[in-house]
C-alpha cells in the first residue's frame, strides 16, 4: 500500500551537516504522521522525529531535538530530515516510516521498513 524511500545519507565529520529525503509512494492519509528512525549497529531501531501531515507540529527525542529538524512536503507525500552539528553517536541506518498513531510511531516496533540511508559521522 505504501513504502518509504530514503536518501541522502552519507560521510560527514563531526559538526557538519546532511538533509535526508523520506518519499513516501500510494496513499497516505492526510492526518497521518511521518518519522524518522535510527538504528546504529548492534543497537534496537530508535525513534529520532516526527510530523503531524494535518498541523505540522514536530516531536523530537531528547539527544537530537536541538540539532536536528524534520518537515514535510505534503503535496509530493516527502518527509525529510535536516540534521545539524551530527555527531560519531549519530552514527546508523536512518529509515522513514507513516502512521496514524504517534506512540505507533515512537516506539519504533513497526512491521515493515525499507531499506534505509546510511549516516556515518566520524570524529
Known amino acids: 500500500q505504501v513504502h518509504m524511500v530514503e536518501s541522502g545519507g552519507g560521510l560527514v565529520q563531526a559538526g557538519e551537516s546532511l538533509r535526508l529525503s523520506c518519499v513516501a509512494s500510494?496513499?497516505?492519509?492526510?492526518?497521518?504522521?511521518m518519522a524518522w528512525f535510527r538504528q546504529a549497529e548492534g543497537k534496537e531501531r530508535e525513534f529520532v522525529a516526527a510530523v503531524s501531515l494535518s498541523g505540522g507540529s514536530t516531536y523530537y527525542r531528547d539527544s537530537v531535538k536541538d540539532r536536528f529538524t524534520i518537515s514535510s512536503d505534503n503535496a509530493k507525500n516527502t518527509a525529510f530530515l535536516q540534521m545539524n552539528d551530527l555527531k560519531p553517536e549519530d552514527t546508523a541506518v536512518y529509515y522513514c516510516n507513516v502512521d496514524l498513531s504517534l506512540p505507533a510511531l515512537r516506539s519504533a516496533k513497526l512491521r515493515w521498513w525499507g531499506q534505509g540511508t546510511q549516516v556515518t559521522v566520524s570524529s
Open positions: 500510494g496513499r497516505v492519509h492526510n492526518r497521518s504522521f
